[in-house]
Protein backbone atom coordinates (compact mmCIF):
# COMPACT_ATOMS: atom_id res chain seq x y z
CA UNK A 1 0.00 0.00 0.00
CA UNK A 2 1.10 3.02 -1.15
CA UNK A 3 1.93 5.50 1.78
CA UNK A 4 0.79 8.85 1.09
CA UNK A 5 -1.03 11.89 2.07
CA UNK A 6 -2.82 14.74 1.23
CA UNK A 7 -4.22 17.46 3.04
CA UNK A 8 -5.74 21.17 2.58
CA UNK A 9 -5.76 23.19 5.50
CA UNK A 10 -8.20 26.41 5.11
CA UNK A 11 -8.47 28.98 7.72
CA UNK A 12 -9.48 32.97 8.03
CA UNK A 13 -5.61 33.09 8.49
CA UNK A 14 -4.10 30.63 6.22
CA UNK A 15 -4.72 28.25 3.10
CA UNK A 16 -2.48 25.41 2.64
CA UNK A 17 -2.02 21.98 0.62
CA UNK A 18 0.46 19.74 1.13
CA UNK A 19 1.12 16.16 -0.64
CA UNK A 20 3.69 13.73 0.28
CA UNK A 21 4.70 10.35 0.24
CA UNK A 22 7.13 8.99 3.03
CA UNK A 23 7.97 6.22 0.25
CA UNK A 24 9.52 8.76 -1.74
CA UNK A 25 12.70 10.21 -3.38
CA UNK A 26 13.01 13.50 -1.54
CA UNK A 27 11.32 15.47 -4.07
CA UNK A 28 9.87 18.63 -3.50
CA UNK A 29 7.83 21.49 -4.34
CA UNK A 30 7.97 24.20 -1.72
CA UNK A 31 6.20 27.50 -2.04
CA UNK A 32 5.46 29.06 1.17
CA UNK A 33 5.87 32.73 0.84
CA UNK A 34 8.60 32.44 3.25
CA UNK A 35 11.89 31.88 2.22
CA UNK A 36 13.70 30.41 4.94
CA UNK A 37 10.88 28.26 5.84
CA UNK A 38 10.97 27.07 2.20
CA UNK A 39 15.00 26.27 2.51
CA UNK A 40 14.00 24.01 5.93
CA UNK A 41 11.48 21.91 4.09
CA UNK A 42 13.41 21.53 1.25
CA UNK A 43 15.91 19.54 3.82
CA UNK A 44 13.20 17.72 5.55
CA UNK A 45 12.13 16.42 3.00
CA UNK A 46 15.87 15.62 0.78
CA UNK A 47 16.88 14.14 4.04
CA UNK A 48 14.06 12.22 5.02
CA UNK A 49 13.40 10.63 1.17
CA UNK A 50 9.51 12.25 1.90
CA UNK A 51 8.70 13.36 -1.17
CA UNK A 52 6.60 16.84 -0.73
CA UNK A 53 4.53 19.25 -1.96
CA UNK A 54 3.74 22.43 -0.11
CA UNK A 55 1.71 25.44 -1.37
CA UNK A 56 0.69 28.01 1.20
CA UNK A 57 -0.90 31.17 1.41
CA UNK A 58 -1.08 33.54 4.24
CA UNK A 59 -1.57 36.67 6.35
CA UNK A 60 2.06 37.41 6.17
CA UNK A 61 1.59 41.19 6.19
CA UNK A 62 0.55 40.72 9.82
CA UNK A 63 3.65 38.28 10.60
CA UNK A 64 4.91 35.24 9.38
CA UNK A 65 3.83 33.30 12.68
CA UNK A 66 0.28 31.94 10.93
CA UNK A 67 1.51 30.39 8.06
CA UNK A 68 4.50 28.57 9.64
CA UNK A 69 2.14 26.99 12.49
CA UNK A 70 -0.14 26.03 10.07
CA UNK A 71 2.06 24.75 7.59
CA UNK A 72 3.70 22.09 10.41
CA UNK A 73 -0.10 21.20 11.39
CA UNK A 74 -0.75 20.36 7.37
CA UNK A 75 2.60 18.36 7.33
CA UNK A 76 2.02 16.87 10.05
CA UNK A 77 -1.77 15.91 9.49
CA UNK A 78 -0.61 14.85 5.95
CA UNK A 79 1.95 12.39 7.70
CA UNK A 80 0.30 10.91 10.15
CA UNK A 81 -3.10 9.95 7.26
CA UNK A 82 0.35 8.23 5.15
CA UNK A 83 1.59 6.66 8.22
CA UNK A 84 -1.38 3.77 7.89
CA UNK A 85 -1.80 3.80 11.57
CA UNK A 86 1.63 3.35 12.00
CA UNK A 87 1.77 -0.78 11.03
CA UNK A 88 5.30 -2.05 10.66
CA UNK A 89 7.10 0.86 11.46
CA UNK A 90 10.68 0.98 13.21
CA UNK A 91 8.93 4.04 15.38
CA UNK A 92 11.52 4.86 17.13
CA UNK A 93 14.55 6.94 16.04
CA UNK A 94 17.24 9.38 17.01
CA UNK A 95 20.05 11.38 15.04
CA UNK A 96 23.33 13.75 15.61
CA UNK A 97 23.79 15.85 13.02
CA UNK A 98 27.09 18.21 12.48
CA UNK A 99 26.63 21.22 10.03
CA UNK A 100 30.01 22.59 10.32
CA UNK A 101 30.83 24.37 14.02
CA UNK A 102 27.36 22.80 14.79
CA UNK A 103 26.10 19.10 16.52
CA UNK A 104 22.37 19.01 16.93
CA UNK A 105 20.33 15.59 18.44
CA UNK A 106 17.00 14.73 17.29
CA UNK A 107 15.45 11.76 19.00
CA UNK A 108 11.97 10.70 18.23
CA UNK A 109 9.44 7.88 19.00
CA UNK A 110 6.19 8.02 16.20
CA UNK A 111 3.63 6.91 19.17
CA UNK A 112 0.86 9.12 18.88
CA UNK A 113 1.51 10.83 22.09
CA UNK A 114 3.04 14.18 20.51
CA UNK A 115 5.46 15.65 22.77
CA UNK A 116 8.12 18.43 22.67
CA UNK A 117 11.33 19.08 24.34
CA UNK A 118 13.25 22.11 22.67
CA UNK A 119 16.56 22.84 24.28
CA UNK A 120 17.85 25.10 20.73
CA UNK A 121 18.99 28.51 21.83
CA UNK A 122 19.30 31.07 19.08
CA UNK A 123 21.60 33.73 19.00
CA UNK A 124 19.13 36.15 16.84
CA UNK A 125 16.07 37.42 16.34
CA UNK A 126 15.51 37.09 12.70
CA UNK A 127 17.09 34.60 9.92
CA UNK A 128 15.77 35.96 7.11
CA UNK A 129 12.56 38.00 7.55
CA UNK A 130 11.47 34.98 9.69
CA UNK A 131 11.60 35.12 13.44
CA UNK A 132 13.58 32.79 14.77
CA UNK A 133 11.30 31.94 18.34
CA UNK A 134 9.21 30.43 14.80
CA UNK A 135 10.87 27.66 14.21
CA UNK A 136 9.66 26.15 18.00
CA UNK A 137 6.23 27.11 16.69
CA UNK A 138 6.82 24.92 13.74
CA UNK A 139 8.04 21.96 15.53
CA UNK A 140 5.29 21.86 17.87
CA UNK A 141 3.09 22.23 15.95
CA UNK A 142 4.18 19.35 13.58
CA UNK A 143 4.77 16.89 16.31
CA UNK A 144 1.53 17.69 17.85
CA UNK A 145 -0.59 16.99 14.44
CA UNK A 146 2.10 14.41 13.36
CA UNK A 147 1.27 12.51 16.62
CA UNK A 148 5.42 12.42 17.49
CA UNK A 149 7.26 12.72 20.56
CA UNK A 150 10.46 14.83 19.82
CA UNK A 151 13.37 15.86 21.35
CA UNK A 152 15.40 18.22 19.68
CA UNK A 153 18.68 19.91 21.08
CA UNK A 154 21.26 21.60 19.93
CA UNK A 155 24.74 20.65 21.80
CA UNK A 156 26.58 23.16 20.52
CA UNK A 157 27.14 25.98 17.69
CA UNK A 158 27.19 29.40 17.22
CA UNK A 159 26.05 30.20 13.25
CA UNK A 160 22.47 30.41 14.04
CA UNK A 161 21.57 29.36 10.74
CA UNK A 162 23.35 26.25 11.11
CA UNK A 163 21.86 25.62 14.38
CA UNK A 164 18.41 25.53 13.04
CA UNK A 165 19.32 23.67 9.57
CA UNK A 166 20.72 21.05 11.58
CA UNK A 167 17.62 20.84 13.39
CA UNK A 168 15.47 20.24 10.40
CA UNK A 169 18.41 18.22 9.02
CA UNK A 170 18.24 15.02 12.40
CA UNK A 171 14.88 15.42 12.19
CA UNK A 172 14.79 14.29 8.65
CA UNK A 173 16.99 11.61 9.07
CA UNK A 174 15.34 10.61 12.27
CA UNK A 175 12.14 10.16 10.18
CA UNK A 176 13.54 8.23 7.55
CA UNK A 177 14.55 5.43 9.80
CA UNK A 178 11.58 5.85 12.47
CA UNK A 179 9.16 5.63 9.36
CA UNK A 180 10.85 2.61 7.38
CA UNK A 181 9.14 -0.66 7.06
CA UNK A 182 10.75 -3.07 9.70
CA UNK A 183 11.24 -6.38 7.57
CA UNK A 184 11.23 -8.79 11.05
CA UNK A 185 7.64 -6.61 11.82
CA UNK A 186 5.50 -5.52 8.59
CA UNK A 187 2.08 -6.40 9.43
CA UNK A 188 2.42 -5.32 13.40
CA UNK A 189 2.03 -2.29 15.66
CA UNK A 190 5.37 -1.46 17.33
CA UNK A 191 3.36 -1.41 20.54
CA UNK A 192 2.51 -4.08 23.35
CA UNK A 193 -0.82 -1.98 23.43
CA UNK A 194 -1.91 -3.29 19.62
CA UNK A 195 -2.87 0.54 18.69
CA UNK A 196 -0.74 3.62 18.62
Known amino acids: ???????????????????????????????????????????????????????????????????TEDTGIAIGEALKKAANKFVGIKRYAHRVIPMDETLTRVAIDVSNRPYLIWKVKIKVEKLGEMDTELFKEWFQAFSQAAGITMHVENIY??????????????LARSLRE????????KKSIPSTKGSL
Open 1 to 67: MARKGKVSRKTKETSINVELNIDGKGKYQIDTGIGFLDHMLEQLSKHSLIDLKVEAKGDTHIDLHHT
Open 178 to 185: ALEMDPRS
Open 157 to 170: GDNSHHIIESCYKA
